[in-house]
């Protein structure tokens, strides 16, 4: 068969919602793409867990702690699901990690922002997970098989993780002074870089026009960042907040709010490593690394001496 017949079967399969699977015929760009958001998507859980983990020995409560404990433990386990997603694709989990431990691979800006207050707990698991939840739904149904039966996995955890976060501001809000002015701080630095997650405009998009004729993804990078928009700017009446950004309004017409323009100078300095964390953040990921060294030599000695076993019995 042409290469031109098997890129119009695979053109087809997209066309008529059939997942692709890691044996089928797929184009070298499809594979590429995949590999790089679903390692990006897997680096950022991965990542994400040091921003939260840095409050798990300071949580207010036992019960606040074993919370966080449990939420930071899932975001650990989704990055399992993504990276085993990404090497059904052919490449290695010794190779993403290097990747990304030597900076050439990306990870969501997000999480080179500092967490100050107990207040960011909440603010990361409202405006955050809520984020992540909004692009991970529709990721469930991605084009990619695996990519799309790990998120669904995935979101059913993430919408426990936004409730907590919220209930979190909630208390805050409804507490004494300093509390209500804690939960106002912490909205104010996660708004922006909150609206970020979602990626550069969709003009600035370099990946968006294959991705989305793949159905990799299926809503714009602005698309899903009003969806977002348009939640918060309701959900923050609840807590008696205020987003900060004096140009939200809604706009009856458009039937979405209008918003403040995005610092986005910020956004591509971060990306590029020079976030007020991007640093740490590596150090502690480098770090992480050398030390389990002995348990992958553990499990690697183990996994021989069963597999000599069994010959053995064979
Ligand atoms: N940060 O052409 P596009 C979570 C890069 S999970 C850094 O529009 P694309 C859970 C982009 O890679 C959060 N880089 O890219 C949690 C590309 O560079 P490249 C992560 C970014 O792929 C919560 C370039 O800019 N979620 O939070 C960012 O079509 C709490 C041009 O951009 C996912 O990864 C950014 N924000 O669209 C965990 C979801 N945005 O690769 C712990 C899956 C863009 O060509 C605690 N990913 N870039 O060198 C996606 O849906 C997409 O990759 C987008 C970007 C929408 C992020």
């Known amino acids: 068969m042409e290469v031109q017949n098997f890129e119009q079967i695979f053109q087809q399969k997209i066309d008529t919602e059939i997942k692709i699977e890691p044996k089928d015929w797929m184009p070298d760009a499809y594979r590429k793409t995949n590999i790089r958001q679903i390692s990006q998507h897997a680096h950022s859980e991965v990542v994400g867990m040091l921003p939260e983990g840095n409050w ?37 989990r010794d190779e993403m990690i290097e990747q990304l431990l030597t900076g050439k691979a990306k990870y969501s800006s997000i999480f080179n922002y500092p967490t100050l207050t107990w207040a960011d707990m909440g603010a990361i698991g409202w405006l955050v997970d809520g984020a992540a939840i909004l692009n991970q739904v529709m990721l469930c149904r991605t084009s990619y098989g695996p ?21 979190i501001l909630l208390v805050l809000s409804k507490g004494t002074d300093e509390q ?116 992958r030599e553990a499990a690697l000695a183990y996994a021989e001496k069963r597999n000599k076993k069994q010959i053995k019995v064979a």
């Open 147 to 167: 990519y799309a039966r790990a998120m669904v996995r995935i979101c059913k955890e993430e919408s426990f993780h936004q409730r907590q976060g919220f209930e």
């Open 180 to 295: 209500k002015a804690m939960c106002q701080d912490a909205i104010n630095r996660w708004w922006w870089p909150s609206l970020m997650m979602f990626g550069p405009k969709d003009s600035e998009s370099t990946n968006s026009d294959l991705s989305m004729k793949w159905k990799i993804k299926r809503k714009s990078n602005d698309e899903l960042r009003q969806n977002f928009i348009d939640m918060i700017a309701e959900q923050v009446k609840v807590l008696g907040m205020i987003l900060p950004d004096p140009n939200l309004k809604w706009n009856e017409e458009k039937k979405h709010y209008d918003f403040g323009e995005i610092n986005w100078d910020e956004f591509w300095s971060v990306v590029k490593g020079n976030g007020p964390c991007n640093k740490q953040r590596l150090e502690a990921r480098k770090k992480a690394h050398q030390n389990g060294s002995w348990v």
């Open 56 to 92: 798990i020995t300071r949580a207010p409560s036992l019960k606040r702690k074993a919370i966080l404990l449990a939420k930071v433990q899932d975001e650990a386990g989704h990055g399992l699901y993504l990276y085993s997603a990404a090497e059904t694709l052919g490449t290695s």
